[in-house]
């Protein structure tokens, strides 16, 4: 049963608006969230993260929001560029001695 | 600033030929991660260390093995490839296993078994 799930597999975004990507998890153990961005042939980077006792991170054009009550967190680009045009996947973490489990990702394009 | 490395970065391999992808890190991690990326599947996990001369199995572990050489190496050995492995993989690091810790990781390795 996927514990992270990213339930849009493809967004399309005009540059200059902003892009929204959703991340809902099942787990109420997960205390710490990230995201990270891969291009084409390359590995997956680091882009930003939250602790489960925030709400809302900010790092220039990239904020993510969680909603734990909802279980859900979203990651928010403003303004997009067509260099963030990638896939963007969801992870998250839980105390103790377990891995980081991803999301199936999103495919973001943004169109110049 | 080499980070994680990745060796080979391409390879074919013949249905039953054996294998050992390479990963190193220099960043005096103590736990690395094999990931294999699979279109539409996102990032599974393999197997992981936790810390040197530990191993333990992911969510898709069947036929593979591995070895926690020493806290910077962490090889993944298929003893007879099968279509099925036919995957990008990804070795990672990260200071701790869980925790409000981020993982590294490397380039990856494309393996397609005919």
């Known amino acids: 049963d996927q514990q992270v799930k990213q339930n849009s597999p493809s967004l399309s975004v005009q540059e200059g608006r902003i892009s929204i990507l959703n991340c809902d998890y099942t787990?109420?153990?997960?205390?710490?969230f990230l995201w990270y961005k891969k291009y084409p042939a390359e590995g997956p980077t680091f882009l930003i993260s939250?602790?489960?006792?925030?709400d809302k991170n900010e790092d220039g054009r990239f904020t993510v929001f969680l909603n734990k009550s909802a279980k859900h967190l979203s990651l928010h680009i403003v303004p997009s560029q067509p260099g963030d045009s990638a896939v963007y996947f969801c992870?998250?973490?839980?105390?103790?001695?377990?891995?980081?489990?991803f999301g199936k990702g999103t495919r973001l394009s943004v169109i110049a | 600033n080499a980070g994680v490395t990745q060796t080979p970065k391409f390879q074919v391999l013949k249905t039953g030929q054996s294998m050992t992808l390479q990963c190193a890190q220099d960043?005096?991690?103590?736990?690395m991660y094999w990931y294999r990326q699979d279109p539409g599947m996102g990032l599974r996990l393999i197997y992981y260390?936790?810390?040197?001369?530990?191993?333990d199995k992911g969510e898709v572990p069947n036929g593979y093995n591995v070895s926690r050489l020493n806290k910077r190496e962490f090889s993944l050995r298929l003893e007879s490839a099968a279509p099925s492995q036919t995957s990008v993989y990804f070795c990672?690091?990260?200071?701790?296993?869980?925790?409000?810790?981020?993982?590294?990781f490397g380039q990856g390795t494309r393996l397609t078994v005919v």
């Open positions: 990672a690091s990260s200071d701790l296993t869980g925790g409000n810790t981020e993982a590294f």
């Open positions: 787990n109420s153990m997960f205390d710490y």
């Open positions: 939250i602790s489960s006792i925030k």
């Open positions: 992870a998250a973490s839980s105390p103790g001695n377990t891995p980081l489990v």
């Open positions: 960043m005096n991690h103590n736990s």
């Open positions: 260390s936790a810390s040197e001369g530990t191993t």
